[in-house]
């Protein structure tokens, strides 16, 4: 009797651990309706560098941009400062691309469900003009979107060794 007991008491807390989970499962795999929307005009934000667009490029980025740039101490700026930005990489660069490793969903950070942003790891490769010197750059770029453009979000990467590797 005491090992039918056990064995039910076992059947039980399986049987409800796993409606817990698979009910965990379905809400965590539910997407943002806007996601997908919001990962093409990511990509095509980046994708705008390999032709040196940046004016394409500042259509996609909202009027009240909050961005938060690569470099040590620096404050988030403006969608003027991210577009002057822009125009220096394509200056200072040639053959721009990005190979990225993931484009993953993004999350509100006060409530913690997926808010329609988009965030992706990947690879920068280039030429650096001056020097002729291939590059490879590994980074992170989260975006958030207002209204069909890009409205927040950073640059991620080592921009102080990454610009001394062009120094003599």
Known sequence: ????TILL??????A???NIDSADKKSVN???PDFEMNKEIAKKFIDLHYTEDWEAQAE???EDLDWSPPVYGSENYGRSE???????YQQM??????????WLPGVDPETGMRDGSVRTYGTWTGIHTESGKEWELKSYHPMAFKDGK???GGDYFDFGGFMASFQE
């Open 30 to 32: 539910v997407q943002h």
């Open 1 to 4: 009797m005491k090992r039918i």
């Open 93 to 102: 660069f040639d053959s721009i691309r990005f190979n990225a490793d993931y």
């Open 150 to 152: 890009i409205i927040g």
């Open 16 to 18: 409800c651990s796993n």
């Open 9 to 14: 008491i076992t059947i039980l807390f399986t």
């Open 60 to 62: 996609l980025i909202h």
């Open 82 to 88: 991210h577009i002057e930005s822009m125009k220096m």
